[in-house]
Nanobody
């Protein structure tokens, strides 16, 4: 069975950094896209960043460009989100997701994604 397990969340002061990990198993992901989304209470689920396994093509939300970096380690079946210069507005539950057979151009709509992890909480204090 496909499993996506997020880790690395926590409490950090504004301006600090965190590195999230998404450990993927149960499938050959080489033809897929992996992405990070986030959701704060009372708000819509928001796209953060995505990367294709085949070509490492990336996509970022405007709100995180220049601060966040998505990467992947094929050997470990793991996707990372390095978050720098964190702001209180970044506070949310962060979710890892996979879009099956999306090989070249990452999508941003949550409905495009086929499987989701449980999430990890990121809280940024002012």
């Amino acid at each position: 069975q496909v499993q996506l397990v997020e880790s690395g969340g926590g409490l950090v002061q504004a301006g600090g950094s965190l590195r999230l990990s998404c450990a993927a198993s149960g499938r050959t992901f080489s033809s897929d896209t992996m992405a990070w989304f986030r959701q704060a209470p009372g708000k819509e689920r928001e796209f953060v960043a995505a990367i294709t396994w085949r070509t490492a093509s990336t996509s970022y939300a405007d709100s995180v460009k220049g601060r966040f970096t998505i990467s992947r380690d094929n050997a470990k079946n793991t996707v990372y989100l390095q978050m720098n210069s964190l702001k209180p507005e970044d506070t949310a539950a962060y979710y890892c997701a996979v879009d099956y057979f999306r090989m070249y151009q990452p999508r941003r709509a949550p409905d495009e994604y086929d499987y989701w992890g449980q999430g990890t909480q990121v809280t940024v204090s002012s």
